[in-house]
């Protein structure tokens, strides 16, 4: 008897249970703000592999999860790849002008902090 393959569908929650404040914890931190920041520019999913992280892998995937279990990102597979995609219509229609504002403010933050010499945004 054959053992069935693991199941290659990841949990995420429906548009009504994403809250504000696990969108805005998500968005908290760092790097998960430059993963979306990425998403955001991108013109379709982009693969977990296309991300360069200073980071370790382990720590790359906690990111990944945490911005799908909070409803921020979309995440399947295709193939081997894990594909990526930003729930911007989902987050628009919750949280109106949250998002743009969010992006807008990390454009300037980066761009202060390079010029200021501090460091990358």
Same mark, same amino acid.
């Given at each position: 008897?054959?053992?069935? %393959?693991?199941?290659?569908?990841?949990? #995420?929650?429906?548009?009504?249970?994403?809250?504000?404040?696990?969108?805005? #914890?998500?968005?908290? @931190?760092?790097?998960?703000?430059?993963?979306?920041?990425? *998403?955001?520019?991108?013109?379709?999913?982009?693969?977990?592999?296309?991300? @360069?992280?200073?980071?370790? /892998?382990?720590?790359?995937? #906690?990111?990944?999860?945490?911005?799908?279990?909070? !409803?921020?990102? &979309?995440?399947?597979?295709?193939?081997?790849? /894990?594909?990526? !995609? *930003?729930?911007?219509?989902?987050?628009? %229609? =919750?949280?109106?002008? =949250?998002?743009? &504002?969010?992006?807008?403010? %990390? %454009?300037?933050?980066? !761009?202060?902090? #390079?010029?200021? !010499?501090?460091?990358?945004?």
């Amino acid at each position: 008897m054959t053992t069935p %393959a693991p199941s290659r569908t990841l949990d #995420h929650p429906r548009r009504d249970a994403i809250r504000l404040e696990g969108v805005l #914890h998500a968005l908290s @931190d760092p790097m998960r703000l430059r993963i979306v920041r990425s *998403l955001a520019t991108a013109e379709e999913e982009l693969s977990c592999s296309l991300f @360069d992280l200073p980071v370790s /892998k382990s720590t790359t995937t #906690h990111h990944f999860r945490v911005l799908r279990e909070s !409803g921020v990102i &979309s995440q399947c597979y295709r193939g081997t790849a /894990k594909m990526n !995609g *930003l729930r911007r219509e989902d987050l628009d %229609a =919750l949280f109106p002008g =949250l998002l743009d &504002s969010l992006l807008r403010a %990390a %454009a300037l933050q980066a !761009g202060r902090l #390079h010029e200021d !010499g501090r460091g990358e945004g």
